[in-house]
């Protein structure tokens, strides 16, 4: 599909600042239309949500991670309180299991209970769903639900679990491996062998990053009732996909998807955590229409941290093959991601491995590529794509590894990455794994990080000793982000949930607002605001006058929902097409209204009028004609009137190409172990910058999450699968006094195939600070001979690394090959 | 997380908590700020059956300087911000009110209490490890009537306190320090206000003839290093004191105290104390 206005011309950052800055439409940093409400702490989340007569419901969750179900048994005198699986699957039609396949060849789907069935897989498994009038009264039946378990042997640790597993976590899979794939590029066999030969530097390392537990503030909540006049279950329930979360509802509990809304209120944030069909949604569904009753379930932290999803635990044992000047010549790499103990619905368990395979070269050109990964079973929580999907762990390995070339070269690290990245003039660019490149200059955003973070100061610095003793040291990191992936990307893997053709309807009232109606949601990206600015920039309304309607299946067109920075190419894009659809409406009623030709008629600013000048109206005059008036309007006048759909496929559905740069300055303690920021700089192209402040708030928040990934976050488990978190206490994340003020410099390199040239740039933050902290943090104790593999650099790794070093020079942390320390 | 049933009952005098804390028929506990037992409520692990609330009870939210002796008598209730805002008369040179300032959060501040605080006996907070340094004394009064217990036995293990369980802890008396002492207190936390990893305190009192060296943050009690009265006293300075703080009698102390077999933790401690020996001498 073309788009609808010119290609915005590419702009450099500098010469766009020079233009006066647009106020309302696109480009223009307007102050969010959501903070209202939310500043006034009047927004609605699902846990505000009162229903008459609503009952409470907790869980009974398994307190062992693998073992065989011999009996549940109900308290005596709550029998009518406590339901299990059975109870569930007795019902007509009987509720099944949710079971995400994967087209991918060899992908071996799970059998997950919405409440176990003769097997626990994890710690805080869902066995019995316990309801009563308080929430506090349901977890005292939940306390006195037993379950009798035999204990199974747990897996826990992803190399075991594919090398030498103590059980099988789907005893009929025959081993604990969902999928193993192998991407290849570029030479191979003999002429791969020779390259290896050859090569000036070869640098091998294991290196690992941490499960982590995915934390909005609001955490996951279910409200639902059965609504007998329509014949519906109304599910409000905290979702960044209510299309795809009816969609599993309708398939897990047998009724058609008209027969289900499911509606998501406001939303504090999901970052990937909320994509997800839940088991607990399954649940409530069931219980509601089952006793008659409004249900609500509200996730506590507790249940958050040990029983629902995790994210990111990814192994590498990864060899990069370099020249003399520290320029890329290969990448070999095994890769292991523990997927944990089910396959989620929609993203199944091949997601996370699927995309390392194809994303690891990231933006290098290089000759030879091959990495094999495999999505391992484990007994923990399955992992979900959490912002910056699998890019964080991929970006921490490159990234990590040209900077060991570089050491091994000896070269600056950022003189390695020019001689290997894609330079600007060869965009478009098709890279060894087929990843098409839409635009960029990544070599500028490289030297403008440098000159910003001010290299030579630090090296200079390194110099002199630090009168604390603490140790200095300089990293930086590049990434791509792919984002707003279409069709193309996702039918290979055969999941649930492709996406496709986005819509958006928009309808002017009679006062001459518009609504738009989206399938995207807002969750915290700020659409309400930037998708007026769309509007605006095409309409000339006033961003006041336009209100957005989402996350409800019953009001929006169909669409897999806010996930992988899609929302402000797709919905963005479809808001456009809707918009430029009202303008032909508006102009068509005008052109009867004035009696001119329609070529004659205009629209700017929020008024239609006819080029002569005779003629004008605002649009709340015409939409009064319209509708109240209709007496005025002469035959001829198209009677679809004022409400439209949009679509919107980009031309090229291959995605859009955000990337940056980041760069710090880090001091380490070397008698704690303690990493302190110092300076960090981001250099970020995202295209087309529909509202620059939202577009910073977006990359200070995952800055933020990524600065967790980095230093702090760590979902541990001990030998028997236990989780040893199970409060914010032990599981640590950053806050205010642990992230410092990013300094943000933007380039803008419009996407070719995108509406105004924007491109989606929600996860990016997310996904360097890993790799850039790690190579300051490198930098700073390369004096020591000491270096870090694994993420995150806690100080217990930090002195593990350095110990290491005294001890015999071992390169990288002793941890690395099983990870179980702090 | 959602508390358990329990009852409640505000005492407003010792005499009425004390009496009410006698109850064997049923596990009672006294509520302070809540800030340690609210969550363990709330986690389900502890399941007290009646919770006597003690913050209402006017002599504990008291402090004041005894004449007699000149030391501070720091009333169990009184919560931290109280301290770190320097309502509190100041016999330690600022001492507890740098303690205070850098526990936890202010909101926490604001309701979680000394005592409190020392009787819930977490090794990583930071009284238990203060009022041992200060030689600090625990007042409690039980239906056998009061005494007095010294900080330095006051925790016997991890969670756990010299308190009988019906025991109610009063004050805390704080002797006054010389007009020369110097001290220095360091942790080590992951983020501000977050509990510590380790923790180095460091009390050199020579006209006392104190020299204290504390290292928290243990698997239990702190460890204590004193050295003799007479030493000290015969010290011709401070570092003099200090010299005797060798990193070999340092570790031999962390390893006696069982930190030993983690050589990071081990590592921390002996940093900390290095740390609060060199503020000490600043
Ligand atoms: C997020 C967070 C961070 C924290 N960080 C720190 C920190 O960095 N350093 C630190 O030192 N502390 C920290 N704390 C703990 C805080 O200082 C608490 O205030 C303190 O541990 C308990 O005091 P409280 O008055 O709230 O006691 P409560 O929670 O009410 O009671 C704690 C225990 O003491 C008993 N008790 C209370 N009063 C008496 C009494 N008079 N006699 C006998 N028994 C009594 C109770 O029965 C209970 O067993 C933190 C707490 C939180 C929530």
Known sequence: MTPILPAYSLMDHDIARARPLPTTGVGASLQRKEDRRFLAGEGEFVGNIKLPGMLHVAFARSAVAHGRILAVHKPAGFEDAVFTMADLEAGSPPVGPIRVLSSLPGFKPSSQWPLARDKVRQVGEPIAMCVAASRAEAEDIADAVVADIEDLPAVVDMLEARDAPPALVHEEWGDNIFLETLVEGGLKGDAFEALKRGAAVKVHRRLRTARQSMAPMEGRGVVCSWNTRLDQLEMHTAAQMPHINRAGLSETLGIDQASIRVIAPDVGGGFGYKGILLPEEICL???????????????????????????????????????????????????????????????????????????????????????????????????????????????????????????????????????????????????????????????????????????????????????????????????????????????????????????????????????????????????????????????????????????????????????????????????????????????????????????????????????????????????????????????????AGLEVIGGYKARVDTGTFSYACHAVAVAVDPGTGAVELLDYVIVEDAGTLVNPMVVDGQIYGGTAQGIGTALFEEMRYDSQGQPLASTLADYMLPGATEVPAPRIIHMETPSPYTTFGQKGMGEGGAIAPGAAIANAVNDALRPLGAELTELPMSPRRVMAAIAASRAGGVIGSPHAAKGQAA | MKAPVFDFTRALSVADAVALLADTARFTKPLAGGQSLGPMLNLRVAFPEHLIGVRQIESLRQAFIDPANGDLVLGAAVPHAQIEDGLIPDVTQGLLAHVAANIAYRAVRNRGTVGGSLAHADPAADWVNTMPLLGARMVAVGLAGEREIDARTFMTGPFTTALDEHELLVAVRVPALGKNARWGYVKFCRKPGEFAEAVGGVLIDRARGIGRLVMGATDGAPIVLEESAERVRAASSDSAVAAHWTDARLSAAIDAAGIGHDPYSAQLHLTMARRAIAVALA
Not at chain 1, 334 to 361: H, W
Not at chain 1, 416 to 441: C, Q, V, W
């Open chain 1, 285 to 639: 569904a069931w219980l509601t229409r089952h006793i008659g009753r409004p249900v609500k379930w509200i996730e506590d932290r507790r249940e958050q941290l040990i029983a629902n999803t995790n994210c990111r635990e990814h192994h590498y044992d990864i060899t990069v093959y370099a020249d003399a000047r520290g320029r890329l010549l290969a990448i070999d790499c095994d890769s292991v991601i523990d997927s944990g103990a089910y396959s989620s619905y929609p993203f199944s368990a091949c997601l996370e491995a699927a995309q390392v395979g194809s994303i690891l070269p990231g933006p290098y050109k290089m000759e030879a590529f091959r990495c094999r990964t495999w999505s391992v079973s484990t007994n923990k929580p399955p992992i979900l794509p959490y912002r910056g999907v699998a890019r964080a762990g991929v970006c921490f390995a490159i990234e990590t590894m040209v900077d060991a070339a570089a050491r091994a070269a000896g070269v600056e690290p950022h003189e390695a990455r020019l001689a290997s990245l894609i330079e600007a003039d060869e965009m478009p660019y098709d890279n060894i794994t087929r990843k098409h490149f839409d635009s960029g200059d990544y070599p500028e955003a490289i030297r403008r990080a440098m000159q910003a973070i001010d290299l030579p100061r630090w090296r200079a610095r390194q110099g002199a000793a630090e009168p604390d003793g603490r140790l200095i040291g300089v990293g930086h990191a590049v990434f791509c982000e792919q984002a707003a992936h279409g069709t193309s990307v996702y039918y290979g893997w055969g999941i649930p949930m492709v996406p496709g053709h986005e819509q958006c309807g928009a309808r002017m009232t009679p006062d001459g607002r518009l609504e738009l109606r989206i399938g995207a949601q807002s969750h915290g990206q700020s659409l309400e605001t930037t998708l007026a600015q769309v509007a605006n920039e095409i309409l000339g309304i006033d961003p006041d006058h336009v209100r957005l309607v989402h996350g409800d299946t019953g009001m929006t067109p169909y669409s897999t929902g806010t996930w992988g920075s899609r929302s402000m190419v797709m919905s963005g894009g479809a808001v456009a097409e809707a918009c430029a659809l009202m303008v032909e409406r508006v102009r068509d009623i005008a052109a009867h209204l004035f009696q001119v030709p329609l070529d004659q008629v205009m629209l700017a600013q929020g008024r239609v009028s006819d080029r002569a000048g005779g003629h004008s109206l605002t649009l709340a005059e015409l939409a009064h004609v319209w509708y109240r008036q209709p007496q005025r309007l002469p035959p001829g006048v198209n009677p």
